[in-house]
């Protein structure tokens, strides 16, 4: 599995802890945004990149960060074919896969520890879409973007 991740500067630091831990797991990684946590970097252009990266097929799944979570997730699911998911604990990180097939996560480097952080990943890692009746919830949204995303 291709894995494409980026942060703004806020989230640096978490975004190389991830990083590691990717590459640990045997994952591909695309890295992406900040070179650093003190030069600034857009969330914006950050979170173009990660759902540029898994719209394309150029990676299958997403990591997005910035300082919140939030400005970077508003950025990727306005890209057609993306669904992240802000994420704050493992259990969120699980169900995001479990009932919304989410493709990319997003969480914030200023909110939560490496810890809690890793233990998100290997639950959007481990778990499966349960498909049946949130497939269905699923392709409601993919209706809405049929409307929506010229
Ligand atoms: C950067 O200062 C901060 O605005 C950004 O990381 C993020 O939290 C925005 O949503």
């Known amino acids: 599995m291709v894995v494409s991740i980026a942060s703004d500067h806020a989230g640096y630091d978490l975004r190389m802890t991830v990083k590691k831990h990717l590459e640990e797991m045997g994952l591909e990684v695309i890295d992406g945004g900040a070179v650093s946590a003190t030069e600034a970097f857009s969330y914006v252009e950050a979170g173009k990149k990660v759902a540029t990266d898994v719209v394309s097929g150029k990676a299958d799944r997403g990591i997005a ?11 990727c699911n306005k890209f057609k074919g993306i669904r992240c998911a802000l994420c704050h604990d493992a259990y969120t ?4 896969r479990q009932h919304n097939d989410a493709n990319v996560i997003a969480f914030g ?18 778990e499966e879409f349960a498909a049946g009746r949130h497939a269905v919830r699923v392709g409601d949204i993919s209706s809405i973007e049929e409307v929506n995303f010229k």
Do not use: H, N, P, Y
Not at 65 to 75: A, K, L, P, Q
Not at 93 to 96: T, V, Y
């Open 65 to 75: 960060i910035c300082g919140t979570g939030i400005g970077i997730s508003i950025v």
């Open 93 to 96: 990180a699980r169900m995001c």
């Open 109 to 126: 480097g200023r909110v939560i520890g490496s810890a809690v952080a890793l233990g998100m990943i290997d639950a959007f890692f481990e």
